[in-house]
């Protein structure tokens, strides 16, 4: 029972290092997105996707880009990684359905210093 | 605009006692869900309860149940009972058509002894 999972659970970047984290889900959702949480926030939406090859902005998308090439896999890249992008981040999948569960991974903890 | 209040960043309740979340939602799509999440110290996402727009009913599931006023847009989480365990961030969150999720900025329940 994988579930979602991301990797890594924690990193620590230097200012303009680019990185991936990576989210996969073995359940065949079509619908998976990336959440950031700040200390005292609630989750905000970065991207999401409906389904491969479909990818869509969310509230903060800026400084990140994702892609979905298959149904399993959704990995997001900062490009030139800020201070600002310190932050916990969420990848959750749900099925194709407004009703739908979210299911979350277990989070990445991103220190940029 | 808000589109998912909670009004009460932090709340202290004796253990055996019930408790009552507060939230509040904004939305003109006729068809939503409305979500509740528990976020433990250890930082992980755990489902509560969902309530469709169109349920009948209120949604329960076991000791939490959603007190859904949709005329004055309130989907408040009651949990009976409290217990020590219960200790932990409580979000808020709507689901509208185009699956997006939106979060409250949640509220720290500590359960005393």
């Known amino acids: 029972n994988a579930g979602v999972t991301q990797t890594p659970k924690f990193q620590v970047l230097k200012t303009g290092q680019s990185m991936t984290l990576q989210c996969a889900q073995d359940?065949?959702?079509?619908?998976m997105s990336w959440y950031r949480q700040d200390p005292g926030m609630g989750l905000r939406l970065i991207h999401y996707?409906?389904?491969?090859?479909?990818?869509d902005q969310g509230e903060v998308p800026n400084g990140y880009n994702v892609s979905r090439s298959t149904t399993e896999d959704f990995p997001l890249r900062l490009l030139s990684a800020a201070p600002s992008q310190t932050s916990v981040y969420f990848c959750a999948s749900s099925p194709r359905d407004a009703t739908g569960e979210l299911f979350f991974g277990e989070g990445s903890r991103l220190t940029v210093l | 605009a808000q589109k998912i209040t909670q009004t009460q960043p932090g709340m202290f309740v004796q253990e055996k006692e019930a408790v009552t979340l507060d939230c509040t939602y904004d939305t003109s799509d006729p068809s939503y869900g409305l979500f509740w999440y528990k976020q433990p110290s250890s930082g992980e996402m755990i489902f509560l309860i969902y309530?469709?727009?169109?349920d009948q009913q209120n949604a329960t599931e076991g000791r939490y149940s959603l007190n859904f006023q949709k005329a004055r847009k309130s989907a408040n989480l009651v949990i009976s009972a409290s217990q020590l365990g219960d200790s932990a961030m409580y979000f808020c969150?709507?689901?509208?058509?185009?699956?997006?999720?939106?979060w409250g900025a949640g509220t720290k329940l500590i359960i005393k002894p």
């Open positions: 969150a709507m689901r509208e058509a185009n699956y997006q999720l939106i």
């Open positions: 309530q469709g727009s169109y």
């Open positions: 359940m065949n959702h079509e619908y």
């Open positions: 996707s409906v389904g491969a090859g479909i990818t």
